[in-house]
């Protein structure tokens, strides 16, 4: 999914999400992720497109092991979760995390780029702090904040609107661009408490960018390619 440091990120939060939007819980949002994430996996089951790859699946594991392990040390909330991981052939999505632990990564895209396990690791660190940040639950907010009368209908609306209603995605943009420059950094620092050399982390985004069509131009809610490499080679610089 989604991006900064923890405080800047939590005065962010005192900033952008005020009012009727602490009526949303962490545990109400983790629920209907885990419900997302079942049907999901299970259209991919049917259509034996769920980790049908046993070698990439088993590698995603390996080098997630870790992550998920240093990750309860650094936001102890996520070593209670029920971490999922699972791998798909589709490259309709690079990889993406929910609420509460649940991923999910593309082996087309690996392939495409010529992952190196440490750039797999920086995939994998990003959706990681995605989650771990609780950027799901944030976004809710920021759209109950944005569209209030979303504060009165049930929330499973307000699920399917953040990732479908036109309109309201366009709002939540600015949000979104933040989030994805959190998780490149708060997923870099991850990976290498864990172990991996930054510099090593950081050539995912060379490769990102190089790949892009348009490597100097926002991507939605993301950050241009090229100015998520600049980010992670400056960032990686200031690591031993």
């Excluded at 940040?133 to 907010?141: C, D, G, M, S, W």
């Excluded at 943009?173 to 998780?183: D, F, N, R, S």
């Amino acid at each position: 999914m989604r991006r900064m440091l923890a405080a800047p990120l939590l005065a962010l939060s005192l900033v952008l999400h005020p009012g009727p939007a602490a009526a949303l819980s962490q545990e109400e949002v983790m629920a209907g992720a885990a419900r997302l994430y079942r049907e999901r996996m299970e259209e991919l089951r049917v259509s034996r497109r769920l980790d049908a790859d046993r070698a990439f699946h088993e590698r995603v594991l390996r080098i997630a092991g870790p992550l998920i392990a240093r990750a309860a040390r650094d936001w102890p909330e996520t070593a209670r979760w029920d971490w999922e991981i699972h791998t798909t052939p589709d490259g309709d999505d690079h990889a993406y995390a929910m609420a509460g632990g649940k991923l999910l990564v593309s082996r087309a895209h690996a392939r495409e780029l010529e992952l190196s396990d440490a750039e797999l690791a920086m995939v994998l660190a990003h959706e990681i702090a995605h989650a771990a940040l609780r950027h799901n639950l944030l976004e809710y907010e920021e759209a109950v904040r944005l569209e209030p009368a979303w504060a009165a209908r049930p929330f499973a609306e307000l699920e399917h609107a953040v990732d479908h209603d036109t309109g309201l995605m366009r709002k939540l943009a600015p949000l979104g661009i933040l989030q994805e420059q959190e998780a490149d950094r708060e997923g870099m620092l991850l990976a290498w408490r864990a172990g991996w050399p930054a510099l090593a982390l950081a050539r995912y985004f060379q490769k990102a960018a190089r790949a892009s069509s348009s490597p100097n131009f926002e991507q939605f809610a993301h950050p241009s390619p090229s100015s998520r490499w600049q980010a992670a080679r400056e960032l990686a610089a200031t690591l031993p």
